[in-house]
């Protein structure tokens, strides 16, 4: 892609707005959460004390608008907490350049690293050092600083109070994250009737999976219908698909069939009542000529093995999902989710582990110190006034990725010309006192929660017009500075813009690596479950083994998804990947995933009778994937050499493992074709 082709589709994505994000009654609560701190602090300790509080409340409100499984409260307390901290420890050290500065890069390069532990600990972190830099020009001395900073976590605790007090939705992200699982398994069943092999996406189930994490004290309060459903769910997967496969038995025409169909139609409407039930809380409205398709007594003798097990298995999970949305469930287990202290240690070493030369987050957070500092020292330097506008605009839209950096930076540049164009027209006009100012910010920001998932341009002019208002009600004219904080943020922009041209961390060329890690963690896992095929009697540690692999293939698949999307927008060449390659190589790994997504249907019952064959296969693909990663890596063909003279060998008939096996060499064949070696360009 062109520079220019990346610049106009970045931009236009920075601008565009999506309107199902609308939550009225979150921004209700958070709005009157931020009316009560500002009204009070106003009250009791003046118009800059307001102005601080008011910027801690509002971030806390931020802060719990953010993806994350944590309770809200939690992630109000931290926001206020931090950003509490932040303006302490900058006040103490703003009268001193060259000090403030070291600090300033420390924490900005600390900002920029803290999005290895996800973006809402990012989004935090680089929201407090934006704000911490309005934040620490209000207090006059190191005691008002130390009540600012007490104002700014009061704020915090407001609003994570309010979310105790007032719960809206309870539950309702998780409810939302399993009915999504449930609803996205009845597409993939209606898929299935029209494409037998169709793909799918894994990402609601890992979503409901994150999800599902829980303290032991929340799992004692968890409704009924959240317990047990998702692991059902996963189980359904494989089913649904080894039902409808022509590879295991079910001609494409005829009786056989038609019957999959029927059956693949039941479950996709008991699944969507399901779905439905979990979002609100309410008994599962069965269709009758569903459960009638279910229970029809014919089947067994339309269908036979492996499908005729399937659909004995489909109706038995189908009954649990129902009898689970009922709340009748009786799964008592429940993913711990650590504590924020338990954490910690692990969240240090992750972020050590970034701390190495290409690292795409350390260079993150070194773009992020650079432009910070440069656009706080260029802020200092011309005589513009309010120069903290240039660093505070370039580290809220600097992200570790070109597209969202790009897209960010023209969204902040329009948003914040429409809100400070507006609010001082409006605050000009109406000369507004401290309280009419402190009421106007509270709208402000009532919209700007209002609209802040349905797109960064949209939340700006919000953001814009809430800060120009608490300056008005802080003592500032406002209509004098308007030109300046245009001028600065798009100073900011630019610099945010020109750091990744200069210092980038392309996906690109990381795209080998992404697809070398998919490709070997899809070999594990159709090892695991073969190696199950030649040991039926092996521990529990078997089947955790073929788990762990499971997840660890779906993992390295949405990552591979993610950077195959980032580097779309990218301005550089394919570097060895060219599109047509890259499509080819994902369907041929879904094609792997597949086939022991098939095998591990039928998993072989304690004291069947082993496999031979499945051993020696397990290992060839274990051997051949170490090779064949390290092959893409490096830009040559792929060789599955193990792994086909297994498959010549195979003497045993198994009615799943053989044909499962056989889509899963014609799937390794795929993917070598898809990858030609180092210097040819046919593809």
């Not at 070999?523 to 479950?529: E, I």
């Not at 499962?660 to 030609?676: C, N, Q």
Request: glycine share 10%.
């Amino acid at each position: 892609m062109t520079w220019f082709r990346a610049l106009r589709e970045t931009a236009r994505s920075g601008l565009a707005v999506d309107r199902s994000g609308l939550e009225p009654l979150l921004a209700l609560r958070g709005a009157l959460g931020l009316a009560l701190v500002v009204g009070s602090t106003l009250a009791l300790f003046g118009p800059l004390a307001a102005v601080s509080s008011a910027f801690g409340a509002f971030q806390a409100v931020i802060a719990t608008f953010q993806r994350s499984w944590r309770p809200r409260p939690v992630l109000a307390l931290a926001s206020g907490g931090s950003l509490a901290v932040s303006t302490f420890v900058g006040y103490l050290t703003v009268g001193r350049l060259p000090l403030f500065t070291v600090l300033l890069a420390v924490w900005a390069l600390a900002s920029g690293l803290a999005w290895a532990l996800g973006p809402t600990v990012g989004i935090i972190a680089s929201s407090n050092v934006a704000i911490m830099l309005v934040t620490i020009t209000l207090p006059t001395s190191v005691a008002t600083a130390a009540g600012h900073a007490a104002v700014i976590a009061a704020g915090g605790i407001v609003q994570a109070a309010l979310i105790v007090l007032l719960p809206i939705r309870r539950w309702g992200a998780q409810r939302d994250a399993l009915a999504d699982a449930l609803a996205a398994e009845a597409q993939y069943a209606r898929k299935l009737r029209r494409d037998p092999t169709a793909a799918f996406d894994p990402a609601p189930l890992m979503l409901a999976r994150s999800a599902a994490a829980v303290s032991p004290r929340q799992a004692r309060r968890r409704p009924a219908e959240l317990h047990g459903a998702r692991g059902i769910a996963e189980r359904l997967r494989p089913v649904l698909a080894s039902l409808a496969d022509p590879a295991f038995g079910v001609p494409e025409e005829g009786p056989g069939r038609e019957r999959v169909r029927e059956l693949l139609a039941a479950a996709a409407s008991v699944l969507d009542a399901a779905a439905q039930a979990v979002r609100h809380g309410e008994p599962p409205r069965l269709s009758a000529p569903a459960l009638a398709a279910l229970r029809t007594p014919d089947t067994g003798a339309i269908l036979t093995g492996p499908p005729r097990r399937a659909a004995v298995r489909l109706a038995a999970l189908l009954a649990d999902v129902t009898e689970t949305a009922r709340g009748e469930g009786g799964g008592t287990g429940f993913r711990d989710r650590p504590s924020l202290l338990r954490l910690l240690p692990g969240a240090i070493r992750t972020v050590r582990a970034e701390l190495r030369r290409g690292s795409p987050v350390l260079r993150h957070g070194i773009r992020v110190a650079a432009v910070v500092v440069a656009g706080y020292l260029a802020g200092a330097a011309l005589p513009l006034g309010h120069g903290y506008w240039a660093p505070m605009t370039a580290v809220m839209v600097m992200r570790p990725d070109f597209s969202q950096t790009y897209a960010r930076s023209v969204a902040r540049f329009g948003g914040t010309l429409i809100g400070v164009g507006v609010a001082t027209a409006l605050v000009e006009t109406a000369d507004p006192g401290v309280y009419a100012a402190a009421a106007l910010s509270v709208l402000c920001a009532f919209g700007t929660y209002l609209v802040l998932r349905t797109g960064y341009a949209a939340a700006n002019v919000g953001i814009s017009a809430y800060v120009v208002c608490l300056l008005w009600m802080g003592g500032e004219e406002a209509g004098q500075t308007v030109p300046e904080r245009i001028l600065l943020t798009l100073i900011g922009g630019l610099l945010a813009m020109l750091s990744y041209a200069l210092y980038p961390a392309w996906e690109t060329p990381r795209l080998r690596n992404r697809l070398a890690d998919w490709l070997l963690a899809d070999c594990r896992y159709a090892a695991a479950v073969v190696d199950h095929y030649a040991a039926p009697d092996a521990s529990e540690a078997a089947e955790r083994e073929i788990r762990a692999a499971l997840l660890a293939a779906r993992d390295a698949r949405i990552a591979w998804r993610d950077a195959l999307a980032r580097a779309a927008d990218e301005p550089v060449r394919s570097r060895g990947l060219s599109h047509a390659a890259a499509d080819a190589a994902g369907e041929a790994l879904g094609g792997i995933g597949r086939g022991a997504m098939l095998m591990e249907a039928h998993l072989p019952a304690h004291g069947d009778t082993p496999v031979p064959g499945a051993a020696k296969l397990a290992e060839a693909l274990r051997t051949d994937a170490e090779r064949a990663a390290r092959a893409v890596r490096e830009r040559r063909r792929p060789e599955w050499g193990r792994v086909k003279e297994a498959l010549a060998r195979w003497e045993d008939s198994h009615d799943v493992l053989e044909p499962g096996a056989a889509l899963i060499g014609t799937a390794l064949t795929e993917l070598s074709d898809a990858l030609p070696p180092k210097g040819d360009r046919s593809r």
